[in-house]
């Protein structure tokens, strides 16, 4: 069979699972579920780390940019106002910062950490009720 035999490691298939099992570069697994705890990594490489006190600046950063995100759909630039190149570049601007931030909440949820999940979803909520509701 053109020099090959069966039995030879390079001709077998990955299983499925091996798909899903991502290596980090420093041979750690990366949590493909949520997970509860301090030492975790979001957005960047060794952030927080396993510092407590950056573990709570990181959900106060992720609380802030996902309420932030929601001001910034319900301020005054995001209305529509006259017809103006000026004001449809606010508008674009506004919007652009506001989706940016959106998938930076959605990187730091996708970490799998329980704490950042409910920070985000906090954040949200509270953006929500302050800047949105009635």
Sequence with gaps: MNGMSRSSP???APSPSAFFHHRRHHGGMMHMTFFWGKNTEVLFDGWPGTSLTMYWVCLAAI???SAASEWLSRCGAMKAGPASFGGGLVQTVVYTVRAGLCYLVMLAVMSF?????LAAMAGFGLGFMIFGSR
Aim: aromatic residues 18%; glycine residues 18%; hydrophobic residues 65%.
């Design 63 to 65: 609380f802030v940019v």
């Design 113 to 117: 950490n329980g704490g950042v999940f």
């Design 10 to 12: 390079a001709a077998q």
